[in-house]
């Protein structure tokens, strides 16, 4: 009873102390909902090679970052996500959302990346045809940050308390030992980036800066999605130069 209500109430003041990460959860949630009542699918959100170098479709940037197919693999990015949290009191709402703007812009850029160098090299065309999204990418890449600040002891990961330091690749790991079809890349990828954003661009990006950065991507992406899904009709000028005589419109 009363063990049960104050455990209630001390989650709800965490939800306080963490807007943040409890309106990032809300969002992933809300969007999982929509997914599911419009039947999509990996094809339809996840970040694919050929789909965006070939066909441009940019705003997969986007829809892949926060879209999640699978219930449990939503439960495991939010539960993740919950348990970092600690990184948001340490860094602030706005540092908390620049550097994870930051992570999931750079991740997806290497994950690009690794998949050109694998076909290019190694001659191997499944990463070009693979689908993926989710959160995943973000949360190794805070776990990197978090390790290079090393202000913080532990960090729990799907019911591991495991060290800072050795954190991103032991979760690494451990993920792909209990999800074997889990993206590898994608998480290396987010490690890395948390790495390269933590120690160089964190600092060299002002937060004036971030906004006006944050704003035209996302509002790119936007447009582009948009634009895509929903293209405006195209005008010919010449059919409409044949149609106008002396100012007079022939029908």
Not at 7 to 30: G, M
Not at 174 to 188: A, E, K, N
């Amino acid at each position: 009873g009363k063990l049960g209500n104050s455990a209630f109430i001390q989650n709800l003041k965490e939800l306080t102390v963490y807007p943040t990460t409890s309106l990032l959860c809300i969002i992933l949630s809300t969007i999982w909902i929509i997914i599911l009542g419009r039947n999509l699918d990996y094809i339809d959100l996840g970040l694919n090679y050929n789909k965006i170098v070939k066909d441009g479709e940019y705003w997969r940037f986007l829809t892949a970052t926060f879209s999640h197919i699978n219930f449990l693999h939503l439960a495991f990015n939010l539960s993740s996500l919950w348990s970092l949290r600690i990184a948001e009191s340490l860094f602030g709402v706005i540092q908390y959302l620049k550097c994870s703007f930051l992570i999931g812009f750079v991740s997806v850029t290497l994950i690009l990346l690794m998949n050109h160098i694998t076909h290019k090299y190694i001659k191997q065309d499944y990463f070009k045809e693979v689908y993926s999204l989710g959160y995943s990418c973000i949360l190794f890449g805070w776990m990197a940050v978090l390790s290079s600040l090393n202000q913080v002891d532990e960090v729990l990961f799907l019911g591991f308390e495991i060290p800072t330091n050795i954190a991103p690749f032991a979760s690494l790991i451990i993920t792909q030992v209990i999800v074997p079809r889990s993206s590898f890349i994608g998480h290396l990828a987010g490690i890395l980036s948390g790495f390269i954003v933590s120690n160089y661009l964190l600092k060299a990006i002002s937060n004036t800066n971030f906004g006006i950065l944050a704003f035209f991507v996302l509002f790119g992406l936007v447009f582009d999605y948009f634009n895509k899904k929903f293209p405006l009709p195209k005008i010919s000028l010449i059919n409409n130069q044949r149609r106008i005589t002396n100012g007079v419109l022939n029908i």
